[in-house]
């Protein structure tokens, strides 16, 4: 058992396959190397049973972290309806976007969440160039926020080092720090890592190899040098 992996794999399955055998397989695979797993809507919308949530939630292993990102920006109680199926078949952390408020909004959600053993993460700045738009302008802003509500972690770009250095600095040890963007976004696999982040969250690099154990083996050893550095 390999302990103190930084990754997280996305299973965002390409298309012509059938989903829960692509992300059961990748799972098998790579479980004993890596933090944990995040689900998203191009998996959630292609599913023929929820059901078939429960059987890749407990093929991931008891103690990994188990994330659904379906981006949530709505009123409490619509966010609560939605993650209740996700938390009933074994997943255990929710990404939400900050943008929408703390009050009758994250803070309702992460109440619900606290009270059913599972934790928030809120999105403070994403990795896409998009970003830079609007998002960026208030980092400050969208972290207070998450900082408010009591977010166990926020998502913050791997490729913009600059800002999870911003966060971190901001956030100190309040909140865990995952960043996706490595691979086809353009960060190398430990950069986010050396600015400050606690997890690197990675899909295609990983998913679309025709080795993944071999890629995440890889990949947890260069993340070892910085960590062993810092
Ligand atoms: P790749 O294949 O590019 O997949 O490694 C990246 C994964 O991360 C998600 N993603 C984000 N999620 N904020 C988020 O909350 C972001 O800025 C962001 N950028 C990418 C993406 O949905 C995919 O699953």
């Known amino acids: 058992m390999y302990y103190g992996s930084r990754i997280i794999v996305a299973l965002d399955p390409p298309d012509g396959v059938n989903v829960i055998d692509w992300c059961l397989n ?15 809507l191009p998996l959630v919308v292609r599913l023929n049973s929820m059901e078939d949530l429960s ?5 991931m292993d008891g103690d990994r972290l188990k994330i659904v990102d379906l ?4 009123i409490g109680n619509i966010m609560v309806s939605a993650v209740k199926p996700f938390i009933h078949h074994g997943f255990n952390y929710f990404i939400a ?7 009758d909004g994250l803070d309702v959600l992460n109440s619900f969440l606290r009270e059913n053993n599972a934790w928030l993460i809120t999105v403070v700045s994403m990795s896409h160039r998009g970003s830079v738009e609007a998002m960026d302008d208030v980092v400050e802003k969208l972290l207070e926020i998450s900082v408010n509500t009591g977010a166990w972690g926020v998502v913050a770009p791997a490729t913009r080092p600059e800002i999870i250095r911003f966060v971190r600095k901001h956030i100190g040890s309040r909140a865990k720090i995952l960043s996706p963007g490595i691979g086809p976004q353009g960060a190398r696999p430990g950069d986010a890592l050396m600015a400050g982040a606690d997890y690197e969250i990675i899909g295609r690099m990983i998913t679309r190899s025709s080795d993944p154990r071999h890629v995440v083996e890889e990949i947890n050893k260069i993340h070892e040098s910085p960590l062993r550095e810092g």
């Open 26 to 40: 990748i799972v098998r695979e790579t479980r004993d190397l890596v933090a944990g797993y995040k689900i998203g």
């Open 55 to 59: 059987i890749l939630s407990k093929a």
């Open 71 to 74: 981006k949530l920006a709505d």
């Open 97 to 103: 976007h900050s943008f929408i408020g703390c009050r």
